[in-house]
């Protein structure tokens, strides 16, 4: 299973309201997760099974989408939310990840 | 605290073998599946391997398939990657990581850098 993420790049405002999408090469179901990874650190999980939030994670930070189709968004940015996201699936091996969309301050 | 600790990277010549160990702490590491994810430099994430708590189930991806294998040490909550025949596409910050319910990646190690010159 291949995931195309949308856009590669993007820049935008502290406040502004950001999406980003993450497309499947085939049904997923709801078995998708998104990552969030800050220069020079390591990844963390945001949300899990593609629109459950997890602890401690802002929010702000939303996801949705079933099948083929997601999204990420991001209400209001912040500085701290300018990173690079990654979507992966685990509906079967391997857990293909995205290949990242990087946010960045406009 | 969960803690992941990778250690063993470095330089290795294209052709050459590695082994690479991932020492946890802070919670139970026999009832925890494990992963191991790398990032070649500048580039995205890719997920490379999967190993159940009792080593039962192991899971690689195409790209390793053959030469890497993972294997954990439940009595020294210690996991492992034995890279071999490894080529100048492995060269990448390898990161070993706990899942939750078998998919997860909830805690991650700060990664081990791999370079592998020809």
């Known amino acids: 299973i291949q995931m195309t993420q949308s856009p590669s790049s993007l820049s935008a405002s502290v406040g502004d309201r950001v999406t980003i999408t993450c497309q499947a090469s085939?049904?997923?179901?709801?078995?998708l997760d998104w990552y969030q990874q800050r220069p020079g650190k390591v990844p963390r999980l945001l949300i899990f099974?593609?629109?459950h939030l997890e602890a401690g994670i802002p929010s702000r930070f939303s996801g949705s989408g079933s099948g083929t189709d997601f999204t990420l968004t991001i209400s209001s940015l912040q500085p701290e939310d300018f990173a690079t996201y990654y979507c992966?699936?685990?509906?079967?091996?391997?857990?293909?990840f995205g290949q990242g969309t990087n946010l960045e301050i406009k | 605290e969960v803690q992941l600790v990778e250690s063993g990277g470095g330089s290795v010549l294209s052709g050459g073998s590695l082994r690479l160990t991932c020492a946890a702490s802070?919670?139970?590491?026999?009832?925890?599946?494990l992963h191991w994810v790398r990032q070649a430099p500048g580039k995205g994430l890719e997920w490379i391997s999967y190993i159940s708590g009792d080593s039962n189930i192991k899971y690689y991806a195409d790209s390793v398939k053959g030469r890497f294998t993972i294997s954990r040490d439940n009595a020294k909550n210690s996991l492992f990657l034995q890279l071999n025949s490894l080529r100048d596409e492995d060269t990448a910050v390898y990161y070993c990581?706990?899942?939750?319910?078998?998919?997860?990646?909830?805690?991650w190690g700060q990664g081990i850098l791999v370079t592998v010159s020809s």
């Open positions: 992966q699936h685990y509906a079967n091996v391997p857990y293909t």
């Open positions: 990581a706990r899942d939750r319910y078998g998919v997860h990646l909830v805690n």
């Open positions: 802070g919670f139970t590491f026999s009832s925890s599946s």
């Open positions: 085939h049904d997923i179901n709801v078995y």
């Open positions: 099974d593609a629109s």
